[in-house]
């Protein structure tokens, strides 16, 4: 089991530029959450996909999507990126049969924006 | 609003020594409480997670505890290593019925920065 995957590990960007960040879930889960990251912060959740809709959103500008594809794998994409868009981006999936609904965590994609 | 506070935010300790670290919240409806270990510009990783019923739970040299009544829980961590360098964040579950929160289900504290030093 891979477990949770995410690529790339890191990006360079500038600003005004998109990007497009990817993400597996683990075995067996169908659900796949998408959380940002500030230096010396707590996670931010952006949102939530399932059965390939968006559940749940968190306070993002529409700059930022998603989408979720047949197969559980999601995308964010980020729009006219800011400088304030640099962040840990973390991906974390969870199933039906999660205990607790524990959600299991990526690596996560670093994105500079300079 | 729903809100997790964590102390100290940082912490320095040597290699051997035991230490604890605190979480309040703010939280309704609360379903779970979990810890979650996260490495420099890595992803976190699950301690434990306690529901309302659960006042300790141990996952080896860490232990969780919670009290459901004043909203508080503990990591401690005995016998500290260089390894347990690390950011810990305590994570408070909403009731996954109650979707719609544009927090999400999970509520984060800002984490304690733990570094174990030689």
């Known amino acids: 089991d891979a477990g949770v995957t995410q690529s790339p590990t890191h990006l360079i960007k500038t600003r005004g530029q998109q990007v497009t960040l990817r993400c597996s879930p683990k075995?067996?889960?169908?659900?796949v959450s998408w959380y940002q990251q500030a230096l010396g912060q707590g996670p931010q959740f952006i949102f939530q996909?399932?059965?390939?809709?968006?559940?749940q959103r968190g306070n993002f500008p529409d700059r930022f999507s998603g989408h979720q594809f047949p197969n559980y794998s999601s995308e964010l994409n980020v729009n006219a990126l800011l400088l304030g868009d640099s962040a840990l981006y973390l991906c974390?999936?969870?199933?039906?049969?999660?205990?607790?609904?524990?959600?299991?965590f990526g690596p996560g994609t670093r994105l500079t924006v300079l | 609003k729903n809100q997790v506070e964590q102390s100290p935010q940082s912490l320095i300790i040597l290699e051997g020594k035991n230490c604890t670290l605190q979480?309040?919240?703010?939280?309704?409806?609360?379903?779970?409480l979990r810890w979650y270990k996260q490495d420099t510009g890595r992803g976190p990783v699950s301690l434990t997670i306690?529901?309302?019923?659960?006042n300790t739970k141990s996952n080896g040299r860490y232990t969780a505890t919670l009290d459901a009544d004043t909203k508080q829980s503990s990591l401690h961590i005995t016998a500290s290593q260089l390894s347990d360098s690390a950011s810990y964040i305590c994570?408070?579950?909403?009731?996954?019925?109650?979707?719609?929160?544009?927090?999400?289900?999970?509520?984060f504290g800002k984490g304690t920065k733990l570094s174990v030093k030689p």
């Open positions: 075995s067996g889960h169908d659900t």
């Open positions: 306690m529901t309302f019923s659960e």
């Open positions: 996909y399932y059965e390939e809709e968006e559940r």
């Open positions: 974390a999936s969870q199933g039906r049969d999660s205990y607790q609904g524990e959600q299991f």
């Open positions: 979480c309040n919240y703010t939280v309704s409806p609360f379903s779970n």
């Open positions: 994570v408070v579950s909403v009731n996954p019925l109650n979707y719609g929160g544009s927090q999400g289900n999970l509520i």
